[in-house]
């Protein structure tokens, strides 16, 4: 059995709660959540997530036997995964990967650690995914893209064959990238169609989409 502690405790870490249910029900894996850790989570300590306890904020780590325990970064947003998972590695915080049995993972495709990917994703020949990435269900990634860091598909996105992605990258629901570079920070909306590379820290909307300034980085 493997014993796991989640960081975040918002509505993807209770969908990410389903996948690892999902993992139990229907294969020989066992994964135990033990609870959840979270900025401000020391106010909510005791409460329970679908039975599940909040443990408390990131400090409660400092006090974890990381050799017999996991985590599992299981916060949607970029710019918070990150700084949650920087924070919990000082600590000596280990990370797990969750993909749900569904998932086509190509044997020649390669993933970096702490990946989470959801329901009927699949990842084609050669691409390779960085550390602490993100799929919601139905993502396609196509032969030869390169993905960095702590990147975030929502449902439905489409990636072509040889598209470059940089990190901390947030792509929207049912977007689709062809062949073309994404830099780093950037966030695309739904339902985009990107055809024509996109700067670092850029928001591209629209069909074809259009460029846009970004006032603070929400995602």
């Known amino acids: 059995m493997k014993k796991i502690i989640m960081l975040g405790g918002g509505g993807f870490a209770r969908e990410v709660l389903d ?3 999902v993992i139990n029900t229907h294969t020989e894996d066992s994964i135990a959540p033990i609870g959840f850790v979270y900025d401000g989570g020391s106010k909510d300590a005791g409460n329970l997530i679908h039975g599940i306890p909040v443990l408390g904020d ?6 974890v036997d990381f050799n017999e325990v996991r985590l599992v970064a299981a916060i949607g947003r970029p710019v918070w995964r990150r700084k949650m998972v920087e924070e919990a590695k000082k600590m000596g915080g280990k990370f797990m990967s969750v ?4 998932v086509t993972l190509s044997k020649w495709a390669k993933m970096g650690e702490g990946a989470i990917m959801q329901r009927f994703c699949i990842v084609m020949p050669d691409a390779v995914i960085g550390d602490f990435f993100i799929s919601n269900g139905f993502v396609g990634i196509g032969h030869d893209a390169v993905i960095g860091d702590y990147v975030h598909m929502n449902p439905h996105v489409v990636i072509s064959g040889g598209t470059e992605i940089g990190n901390d990258v947030f792509i929207g ?3 689709t990238v062809l062949t073309c570079r994404i830099g780093d920070g950037a966030v695309i909306g739904a339902c985009a169609l990107i055809t024509k590379d996109v700067p ?6 629209g069909m074809p989409a259009k460029f846009y300034e970004m006032d603070e980085k929400k995602y």
């Open 58 to 63: 990131l400090s409660y780590l400092q006090n």
């Open 173 to 175: 629901l049912r977007a």
């Open 200 to 205: 670092p820290n850029m928001m591209a909307k």
């Open 19 to 21: 996948t690892i249910d």
């Open 99 to 102: 993909i749900h049995p569904t």
